[in-house]
């Protein structure tokens, strides 16, 4: 997978936490993942298909920036991750979702998207849409940390 096609996922992330929370979350060194497990307490993944390619792509949040983002986000406080906390990250997957689409349809990759499915828990797993390499990013703020995967069959 190449970093044109990684980089819209990427940047859209950076950009919707900044503009929702005011959370300036910063990428650390991509690596290959080569497991199910979640690096992260809960997960949003969703699924994109298109003409030229087809995969999915997932978030997860440490328990700390999950809090945190909802609090910055809604202004309440949470003590744990609950239904408001799966409600808000499968919507922060779909707008970065949406923001890759739009990225990536300039570049001549059209896709469709799925409605986000959100898990949580300790050492959940995410299944992505198709098999191949899996792409793991992970990213740190003041927050806590989350990590990105990208698995596609372009």
């Known amino acids: 997978m190449n970093a044109e096609f990684v980089n819209p996922f990427l940047s859209s992330f950076i950009n ?17 993942k080569k497991d199910a497990i979640a690096r992260g307490d ?7 298909v ?3 390619a087809k995969g999915s792509f997932s978030i997860s949040f440490d328990k700390a920036l999950a809090l945190n983002v909802f609090r910055l986000m809604v202004g309440d406080e949470l003590e744990d991750i ?7 990250l499968g919507e922060i997957t779909n707008m970065v979702a949406g923001g890759a689409k739009l990225q990536l349809g300039e570049k001549g990759f ?5 409605t ?8 959940h797993t995410i299944k992505h849409q198709v098999d191949g390499a899996k792409v793991l990013m992970p990213f740190t703020s003041e927050h806590g940390t ?3 995967e990208i698995c596609f069959n372009q």
């Open 50 to 52: 298109g003409p030229n």
């Open 110 to 114: 059209d896709f469709s998207m799925a």
């Open 42 to 48: 809960v997960s949003g993944l969703i699924g994109m």
């Open 16 to 32: 919707v936490l900044k503009t929702m929370a005011q959370v300036d979350i910063k990428p650390g060194k991509p690596s290959l």
């Open 146 to 148: 989350a990590f990105i």
């Open 116 to 123: 986000p499915v959100v898990v949580s828990g300790p050492s």
């Open 82 to 88: 609950d239904d408001d906390i799966t409600d808000m």
